[in-house]
């Protein structure tokens, strides 16, 4: 498997971990015993999905600017 395709990966598993990190945040929430860290644990994959995110966007750009 390349590097390409290792990020992919990646990239979708920390969506899964965003998406549990929101509803466990959720659960709280409703309990009322949200701490600070139960708010911020969802922050963890959601600045790693936007840097793989942003990374497979300029995918097809830095291929083109290679080409040339």
């Known amino acids: 498997m ?3 395709n290792w ?7 920390l ?10 945040n959720m659960i709280a929430m409703v309990q009322e ?3 600070v860290w139960v708010g911020f644990l969802a922050l963890l994959p959601l600045g790693l999905l ?3 995110g ?4 300029l995918l097809p750009y830095a ?3 290679r080409g040339r």
Do not use: D, E, G, P
């Not at 990020?7 to 598993?13: A, D, G, Y």
């Open 2 to 4: 390349n590097w390409n």
């Open 7 to 13: 990020l992919r990966q990646i990239h979708r598993w």
């Open 15 to 24: 969506s899964v971990a965003f998406t549990v990190a929101v509803v466990l």
């Open 33 to 35: 015993k949200s701490t």
């Open 50 to 52: 936007l840097l793989t």
């Open 54 to 57: 942003l990374y497979l966007f």
């Open 63 to 65: 291929a083109r600017w």
